[in-house]
């Protein structure tokens, strides 16, 4: 494979992103946020690929940033590279990204389970931004992302004690979408990105962009958007095939078009 840090492959229509660096815990260090991004990039062009999964091991979704290869630089390095920035790629990615997450998601680790679309939780999950431990705060997001998922109170607990909370509370608190015995996360986040790939890729992409403009804008400028955007999806083939398939009591044939 030509990416040392993560595995990838597709399973139908399902592009899957495995962290893999088990000795760290997957500790996200700059040759693995290369290889995410570029791997995910490659996956949102690819036409066969309907949705993207991303995962880690059953320890360990991600410990965090990687703490050892942070600790000798600057601020004028830090600075200058804009250390982290290159993740903020995967915010423009359309495809649908699923996050299956057990272990810990810590620091990075629940910053990049945030962004993506949702996360499913296996009942092992730990989420938590320890950096305040570190002597820094977090820088890939989780103090903007964790507060509009979580509200002001536990993302200011989070953030500033560094506790990190179980799947049962990131469940209760909105973070994350469903909680499954870790046995099973696997195949249920499979079954889920399998099922969004079903779907007419351009239609899940409307989808997928309506939600992300409710953080961007008001109420009713949101939902003047959104009522566009289904106008629109009566411009395409797979709206004429969703319906009349329905109407004629059988499984759509979407084309993606
Ligand atoms: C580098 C890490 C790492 C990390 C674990 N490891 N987390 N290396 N960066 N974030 C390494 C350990 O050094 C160790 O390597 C190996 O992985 C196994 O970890 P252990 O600590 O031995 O495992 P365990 O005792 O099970 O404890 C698990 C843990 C702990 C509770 C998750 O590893 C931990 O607290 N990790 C750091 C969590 C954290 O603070 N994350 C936030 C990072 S800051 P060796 O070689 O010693 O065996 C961050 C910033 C984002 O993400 C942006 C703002 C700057």
């Not at 600790?71 to 982290?84: I, M, N, R």
């Not at 961007?216 to 797979?238: I, M, P, Q, W, Y």
């Amino acid at each position: 494979s030509e990416y040392e840090t993560i595995l990838t492959e597709r399973t139908g229509r399902v592009g899957v992103v495995t962290l893999n660096r088990p000795k760290a815990l997957n500790a996200l260090n700059s040759q693995l946020m290369r290889e995410v991004v570029a791997a995910v990039e490659a996956f949102d062009a690819d036409d066969e690929i309907g949705a993207i999964l991303i995962t880690g091991s059953e320890k360990a979704f991600a410990a965090g940033a990687d703490i050892k290869e942070m600790q000798p630089k600057t601020f004028a390095q830090v600075y200058g590279e804009d250390l982290f920035s290159q993740w903020d790629r995967l915010s423009s990615v359309r495809t649908p990204i699923v996050a299956a997450v057990a272990g810990y998601a810590l620091g990075g680790g629940c910053e990049l389970a945030m962004l993506c679309d949702f996360i499913i939780a296996a009942d092992t999950a730990k989420f938590g931004q320890p950096e305040i431990k570190l002597g820094v705060i977090p820088g890939i997001g989780g103090s903007q992302r964790l507060t509009r998922a979580v509200g002001k109170a536990k993302a200011m607990d989070l953030c500033l004690t560094g506790r990190n909370m179980d799947a049962e509370e990131a469940e209760r608190a909105g973070l994350v979408a469903r909680v499954v015995p870790a046995a099973d996360l696997q195949a249920v986040a499979l079954e889920a990105a399998t099922a969004i790939a079903s779907m007419s890729l351009p239609i899940a992409m409307m989808a997928k962009e309506a939600v992300n403009r409710s953080f961007e804008t008001t109420l009713a400028e949101g939902v003047k958007f959104e009522r566009r955007v289904f106008h629109s999806t009566f411009a395409t083939a797979d709206q004429k095939e969703g319906m009349a398939a329905f109407v004629e009591k059988r499984a759509p044939k979407f084309v993606n078009g």
